[in-house]
């Protein structure tokens, strides 16, 4: 009986899926998969399509490549790939942060507006962002960070782009020399405090497995003043407030979480996670 049951739900499943049409807000069916108008129009406003394209004939393109994204994700389940392992772990890990990003913009959108006096006080306190801000010319290296130790603290303490180099072809470690600009209102501001000081001298940034190798060698003022300032000031002041409130809200969450890890997995015990 429970057989028939099942047999029975599943073809009035499947005629239900025969029986979609494309009318009303449903532009295409793909074998019995709706794809709805609110879908095309959010790829659209995507696409960020250039004036004056002919948009009939663009909507017409995009809603093509939907359908052949829909038709190899079919072909992709048919094969059990949205069953498999990795693929329910990757679905996870975007999901999460898709959630994430949309917590946070949500807490940007709903943040209320900085008065002006809070802007002027922004902008006096980031000097570097605004009223000093300046472009550096930079000469630098690129190359594959050692892992010896020795050889981090030679780099380290060389005092000139010259010293960094000869380390470098005494180890046997190849690089790239090229010039580069760099506007100070990108570096943060414990690290700008310690280039305002360091003058002539190299200062080495890690990226991955590489690092590069910079001396600053020429500076220009470019001053930010205005109403562009003030929308940068905004941005950033409302940036800020949201970064805070999520981790406001990251630290409730974890202090009323109920958190078990296996052992060996738990974080050192100084940490928050770990004391719980």
């Known amino acids: 009986m429970r057989s028939k049951i099942v047999l029975a739900v599943s073809l009035a499943l499947l005629a239900s899926a025969c029986n979609k049409k494309a009318e009303g807000q449903t532009v295409a069916v793909v074998n019995g998969e709706e794809i709805t108008a609110t879908e095309l129009n959010a790829e659209l406003g995507a696409a960020k399509l250039p004036d004056g394209v002919d948009k009939d004939q663009a909507r017409t393109r995009v809603l093509q490549a939907m359908v052949d994204r829909r038709l190899l994700a079919q072909q992709a389940k048919a094969d059990g790939i949205d069953k498999s392992p990795e693929f329910l772990n990757r679905q996870r890990k975007m999901t999460e942060e898709l959630l994430i990003n949309m917590f946070a913009s949500r807490q940007t959108d709903s943040a209320q507006l900085p008065t002006a006096a809070d802007i002027e006080k922004y902008q006096a306190s980031h000097p570097w962002v605004f009223a000093n801000r300046e472009l ?72 991955g497995d590489q690092a590069v190798a910079s001396v600053i060698i020429g500076r220009e003022p470019a001053p930010l003043t205005g109403d562009k300032a003030k929308s940068v000031a905004v941005s950033s002041m409302r940036r800020d407030k949201t970064n805070t409130t999520v981790q406001d809200r990251l630290k409730a969450a974890r202090d009323s979480a109920k958190i078990e890890y296996k052992e060996g997995f738990a974080p050192p015990a100084t940490t928050p996670a770990a004391k719980k």
């Open 136 to 207: 550096w010319s930079l000469d630098q290296v690129r190359f594959a960070m050692p892992t010896d130790s020795a050889l981090r603290k030679q780099l380290a303490d060389a005092k000139t782009l010259d010293e960094v180099l000869a380390v470098l072809t005494k180890a046997g470690i190849q690089f790239t020399r090229q010039k580069n600009r760099l506007d100070t209102a990108v570096i943060p501001q414990n690290i700008y405090g310690q280039l305002t000081t360091i003058g002539t001298e190299p200062f080495i940034i890690p990226v």
